[in-house]
Structures are given as structure tokens and as C-alpha cells.
């Protein structure tokens, strides 16, 4: 049990359009989840946190307009990346849990690439 | 403030010799905490955590850790190492108060295990 699942695995857009990462919890109902970046070779840095039915909190730094995070239901959450950059381009992970008392639970990431 | 600090960058042991990945914490109060394992190109895998009990916590793949609130310490320990562990390996401790629902992750330890 436990799983979480990412979409796309990979995307490679042009600048200036927008990409959009779906998060989903399988077989629960995660009552958080979160939005990770990951550069090459560093350690995770958390963006946001998402909670079902309300607006994500972002850490600081990031950039809410840039970075759109909607949490829908307690299964799917999204991460869309508007107007990317090159800049932009790196690995996102998302995760979920399902108590105040569980772990998280990470999806497989998505790699983007912005040309 | 909470947060979990990975000494070593990369630790590096031969097949069938024990391996250890260092982990120190820093929280108020009694820490949860968590160790992770990431592939290339994947999320992070959970092995194992300890919230309360005994200091000696088992986990998957057949790595263990020891709580030492002593030391404040989290070190994670195999003791006969596989190449196929060979991976990124991320401590977390989770936040306190209104925090609680955020993890906070070290820099994360690169393991070369040589045949």
C-alpha cells in the first residue's frame, strides 16, 4: 500500500509555455502532500505544502504565480509550472501522507526540461 | 529550529563489509525521524523510522538505525553491504508545533558499494 504516482515521468517544453505534474495517491487519501525540487546532486528543497480544498502553502522564495499548486481532491494534486524557463529545468517530486503519525510517501518524480 | 545534518557527501565500502551512513539531528522535544533511499532518476524509497521505543529500529532491505539522544544521533547501518545498495541516501526529521507536518531533509550521502 502507499503508492504515489507522477505524470509524466519526463517533459521536455519550449520556453514560455506552461507544463502541468499530477501527484497521486493510489490506493489512500493523502491529507497533505507536498511539492519537492531536486537539483543534480543536492538534497530535496520543499516548495509547498498542498492540503485538500486549500490554498497550497509555499515555502519562502518560491514563487506562487510561477509555480501554480492545486489540490483537488484527496488523491490528486497538481503542480503546473507557468511560463517555464531553462532555469526551471530539474527534478520534481511530489509526496503524500496520510497522517499526522505516517511518512511520507514519494512519487517517482518528474525530470523537465525547458529548451 | 529543526533540522538533520549529513557529515559525509559520500561514504564508499566494499561488498560484504559493514556499511554506516551518518545522520545527526536537531529538534526540541523528541524527534521523529526518517531515513530515505533515492535511485537515479527516482523518489525517495522509505527504509525505516523511529518515533517512540526501542533505540534499535529495523528496516527494509535489511538496514537498521540507532537512536542516540546522547549523541543526537540517527546513523543508518547495514552490516554486510550489496552493490545494489549503492545509492542517495537522505536523513529527515519531522518539523515540531506548526510545523509538524513538514519534513526536514540533510544534504543526502552518496554509497558506493565496490564488488
Known amino acids: 500500500g502507499a503508492v504515489v504516482s507522477q505524470h509524466p515521468s519526463r517533459v521536455i517544453c519550449k520556453s514560455g509555455t506552461s507544463v502541468k505534474i499530477e501527484c497521486r495517491s493510489l490506493?489512500?487519501?493523502?491529507?497533505?502532500m507536498f511539492w519537492y525540487r531536486q537539483f543534480p546532486k543536492k538534497s530535496l528543497m520543499l516548495m509547498a505544502t498542498s492540503n485538500e480544498g486549500s490554498k497550497a502553502t509555499y515555502e519562502q522564495g518560491v514563487e506562487k504565480d510561477k509555480f501554480l499548486i492545486n489540490h483537488a481532491s484527496l488523491t490528486l494534486s497538481t503542480l503546473t509550472v507557468t511560463s517555464a524557463h531553462p532555469e526551471d529545468s530539474s527534478f520534481y517530486i511530489c509526496?503524500?501522507?496520510?497522517?499526522?503519525?505516517?511518512?511520507?510517501?514519494f512519487g517517482p518524480g518528474t525530470r523537465l526540461l525547458v529548451l | 529550529a529543526q533540522s538533520v545534518a549529513q557529515p559525509e557527501d559520500q561514504v564508499n565500502v566494499a561488498e560484504g563489509n559493514p556499511l554506516t551512513v551518518k545522520c545527526t539531528y536537531s529538534v526540541s522535544g523528541n524527534p521523529y525521524l526518517f531515513w530515505y533511499v533515492q535511485y537515479p532518476n527516482r523518489g525517495l524509497q522509505f527504509l525505516l523510522k523511529?518515533?517512540?521505543?526501542?533505540?534499535l529500529v529495523k528496516g527494509s532491505y535489511g538496514f537498521e538505525a540507532e537512536f542516540n539522544k546522547s549523541q543526537t544521533s540517527f546513523h543508518l547501518k547495514k552490516p554486510s553491504a550489496l552493490v545494489s545498495d549503492s545509492a542517495l541516501y537522505f536523513c529527515?526529521?519531522?518539523?515540531?508545533?506548526?510545523?509538524?507536518?513538514?519534513?526536514?531533509f540533510g544534504s543526502g550521502t552518496k554509497l558506493n558499494v565496490k564488488p
Open positions: 529527515a526529521v519531522r518539523g515540531r508545533g506548526y510545523n509538524f507536518n513538514k519534513f526536514y
Open positions: 523511529y518515533i517512540t521505543g526501542d533505540n
Open positions: 509526496s503524500a501522507t496520510r497522517g499526522l503519525q505516517e511518512t511520507q510517501y
Open positions: 490506493d489512500f487519501q493523502a491529507t497533505t
